[in-house]
């Protein structure tokens, strides 16, 4: 048997990932995957991974000299701020999410063009932010909003963002590889 690279999860944690299920409305959360950064009894917070937008940092940042990278949706709270996720804590700080990713930190060397010292493998900009209040996550989860697994953060980041929700279901294999291919309208079947 090979190794998985994504596994689901009885109880949520910071670091894990939650899948959209398919019969979501067709919104900013439809076919989503959400790294959360913090979950917590106060509430929990992330970002949508797979939802690219067609905004370069660069036309966002004013007066600096920023890097030519794409902003991804990073959910529908607060879409006037910037945020990014990244594996480079001895130059960026930051907060820790799980393993080695961290989210915010230098917000100046993060947006530096002239930064070029470190292979950015798992570095994402997003305009703002998906958030829960206390319990709410919970309660989307228990009605079958979003499956909650633990993955492979090279997976994930690797994967092509436009690929990643289906790869996830593929990669759990059962049903939920079945799940990867409903149609984005079932009454159009």
């Given at each position: ?42 509430g ?76 950015w ?43 990643l ?13 079945l ?10 079947n």
């Open positions: 048997m090979k190794n998985k690279k994504v596994s689901i999860v009885e109880n949520i944690e910071s670091g894990d990932f939650l899948i959209a299920m398919p019969f979501l409305p067709q919104d900013i959360f439809f076919r989503s995957v959400i790294l959360l950064c913090t979950h917590s009894q106060e929990s917070f992330g970002y949508i991974m797979n939802k690219r937008s067609e905004i370069l940092l660069q036309e966002v940042i004013v007066g600096q000299d920023a890097r030519q990278e794409i902003l991804f949706k990073g959910g529908p709270v607060e879409t006037n701020t910037l945020h990014f996720v990244h594996n480079c804590p001895e130059i960026l700080g930051g907060e820790h999410i799980r393993d080695d990713l961290y989210w915010s930190g230098d917000y100046n060397m993060a947006i530096s063009n002239n930064f070029q010292k470190f292979d493998l798992k570095m994402r900009f997003f305009i703002g932010y998906s958030g829960w209040s206390p319990g709410q996550l919970e309660s989307e989860v228990n009605a079958k909003f979003w499956i909650v697994c633990r993955a492979d953060y090279n997976f994930v980041f690797e994967t092509e963002p436009e690929k929700w289906r790869a996830l279901l593929m990669e759990l294999g059962g049903e939920y590889k799940m990867s291919n409903y149609p984005p309208d079932p009454r159009l």
